[in-house]
């Protein structure tokens, strides 16, 4: 196991890898079940990139999806250490259950309410402003840094003398209910597009109250990377997981921004067989970055160009689609052909694992009779 490392893959497979009480914190803030799929366009090179919260089916298979995931991660949590769950409305009453039976129902320390000045507002309902984050311990004996995460007293609060004593000159200890704001979507200084980003002053008080410097902080679900690089500004180790390796480049380059350029991303797909399982959207922006292209910058409607090339001679660049298929066909270099013409380029990439006999031809017909010289590039030739 590896520390101030960011793992890609599936969190399961993982952290099924990690010794035993092998971190001191965990934060998780895993998909919802919301059944909401979510499309954003990230702020470098507008590359497109969908979070699917893609559990739609029924609760219990959601949560049989989430218990072997939280069970190792009670595992790999020290005797002496803290997790914290984030949830919201649609199932936290079934995952409070599910860590009951994990931790232990006398190892639930806080159900916290953060409560946001953002959200819906229903004529038939009041309106839902707050996220729940349980905070369970695998033992009485753990670490909780009471004096990092105080609160000042109210201005308008009189201390007589006789009671300064129990006033603490740090402030109040906090409650459960935390009143913070989401991240404006003008922020340009912390947004980075992710949809479901956490405030960085969130992570600060969970990471400073319940870990020391130099502990290890978990999050088997890393997203963006909000909790590695907050535990890395305080001092902390840390572990990030995601299954998304355009999410990992993220946080790589969030690090890196900040001054720690040593970030290393552990299983980026190396193999064929790996790239296959890609989901789509995956499959392609692991394609246009491994090329160091430029992502198109339209969600919908791209008239066929997934991106371009970036070439530095002359500011060239060229269309590029990106087909994750074996045996490529005539029709594909047909419309590619028109998607090309409709840019105003006369050439243009095709990136796919295979090519039949046909997409030789149609390349070639294409540029005798038409031209326009379409490329075909097989993709097992960017793993070398």
């Known amino acids: 196991m590896e520390t101030n ?23 998780a803030d895993p998909p919802f079940f919301s059944g909401r ?14 979070f699917d919260d893609r559990f739609k089916g029924k609760i219990d298979w959601y949560m049989e999806w989430m218990a072997v995931r939280l069970q190792q991660c009670c595992r790999v949590l020290r005797t002496t250490g803290t997790m914290y769950l984030h949830c919201d409305w649609h199932a936290n009453s079934h995952l409070r ?3 009951d039976r994990i931790f232990g129902v006398n190892n639930l320390q806080n159900e916290i309410i953060w409560h946001y000045n953002s959200g ?3 004529k038939s309902d009041f309106g839902r402003r707050h996220d729940t984050i349980l905070r369970y311990t695998k033992s009485q004996t753990y670490t909780f840094n009471v004096d990092a995460v105080r609160e000042p007293y109210s201005k308008n609060i009189n201390i007589p003398k006789c009671k300064e004593q129990y006033y603490n000159p740090l402030g109040k200890v906090m409650d459960d209910v935390w009143n913070m704001p989401i991240i404006a979507q003008n922020d340009k200084t912390e947004r980075i597009g992710y949809p479901t980003q956490k405030p ?3 992570l600060m008080r969970i990471i400073e109250s319940s870990s020391n410097k130099d502990d290890i902080v978990l999050d088997p679900f890393c997203g963006c990377g909000t909790a590695i690089a907050v535990a890395h500004q305080l001092q902390r180790k840390w572990i990030g997981i995601d299954v998304s390796p355009t999410a990992c480049r993220v946080m790589q380059k969030r690090l890196s921004e900040r001054g720690y350029t040593q970030a290393k991303i552990i299983g980026l797909p190396t193999t064929i067989d790996e790239l296959k399982a890609l989901e789509p959207f995956e499959f392609q922006n692991w394609i246009v970055n491994k090329i160091g292209g430029v992502h198109n910058n339209k969600k919908t409607g791209d008239g066929g160009v997934d991106g371009w090339t970036l070439e530095v001679l002359n500011n ?18 047909d419309n590619f052909e028109t998607a090309i013409r409709r840019v105003k380029k006369d050439k243009g990439i095709i990136y796919a694992l295979s090519f039949g006999k046909g997409a030789y031809e149609e390349t070639a017909r294409a540029r005798t009779e038409d031209g326009v010289d379409i490329q075909l590039v097989k993709v097992s030739t960017l793993l070398t």
């Open 5 to 27: 490392a960011i793992y890609c893959g599936n969190n399961l497979d993982i952290l099924k890898q990690f010794p035993d009480e092998s971190v001191d914190l965990i934060y």
């Open 37 to 50: 799929n979510y499309e954003v366009i990230w702020g470098d090179n507008a590359e497109i990139r969908q």
């Open 97 to 99: 259950i599910e860590m």
């Open 120 to 122: 819906s507002r229903s």
């Open 200 to 202: 960085e002053a969130l």
């Open 316 to 333: 060239l660049r060229l269309p590029i689609q990106v087909k994750q298929s074996e045996n490529i066909g005539r029709n594909v270099i």
